[in-house]
């Protein structure tokens, strides 16, 4: 009979490739790796793995046990967490993923929330943008995946719950002495001699589609993943932006000034989970207080106030 824990080597062995190396992730001894994979080659009937020197290489059927694995842990999960919360024992365990600047505005806000009305349920917090981030949630690292699309985006989540949070939409950042500092609105077009600064690389794809279908292609002088550092080069007078205003919210904008951005371009904010995750309590509760996060921000038409 194939065991849970069993799997969860695989699934280490897989990734990295050595005894040694799934060890060092697991936390065990590599001869406890190597015993257990025993175990579940003779589980399975069939061999799992092929060692070549070092490394180690998966068999078909080991590929195949791969690829069902985490939806297996992932189900597993869902019933232990709704046993727990069945018996009573009020308490749960949330693994949350989120892209930075949800981390620095909706998070906090979601997590104090819940902490007070659920003081049983621990919280753990890693960063990922997307698609990383959806990748963590199917491959079984987290329970709950904040995330973010633009437009009619090709990301397939068919197979996921997706709890819509808020339409985030961009805005335009110009030094103080910017020509346009004091407009009440511009469009892309009136920004086309200028150089920018981009963001992230879903970002920055998207700077160049909306700048494009306005009849230019962006010069990008400076790119970077991090927010304030596209703050900092755009208040050094050094070119102009287009940011989400959640990334504007966790950034105290110095020498820099927003303008509102026509027509209006939004990126979606979603949180998404397992279809088995969802009914689990702790993370029914995380995914409702990200919601009501969200609408605290939001006027009625579910864009930033």
Known sequence: M???RHLRVLR???ATGSFSAAARELGCTQPAVSQQMKALEASAGTPLLVRTGREMRLTQAGEALVRHASGILAGLTAAEEEVAAIAGLRAGRVRLVS???GSS???PTALAALRAAHPGTRVSL???????SVE??????????LAFRYGASPDAWDDLVVRPLLADRLVGLV???HRLAGAESVTIGELAEDPWIAGCPRCRRQLVDVCEKAGFTPRIDFATDDYPAVVGLVGAGLGVAVLPELAIESVRPKGAVTVTV???EEREIVALTLPDLAQVPAVAATLDELARAAARGTNPAGTRV
Do not use: H
């Open 105 to 107: 505005t909706l998070v």
């Open 262 to 264: 026509e027509p209006a």
């Open 12 to 14: 280490a062995v897989a």
């Open 175 to 177: 030094p103080e002495g």
């Open 2 to 4: 194939i065991e849970a």
């Open 99 to 101: 892209f930075p600047s």
């Open 126 to 132: 890693v960063e990922a943008e997307p698609p990383r």
């Open 136 to 145: 963590m949630l199917r491959e079984g690292d987290c329970d709950v995946a």
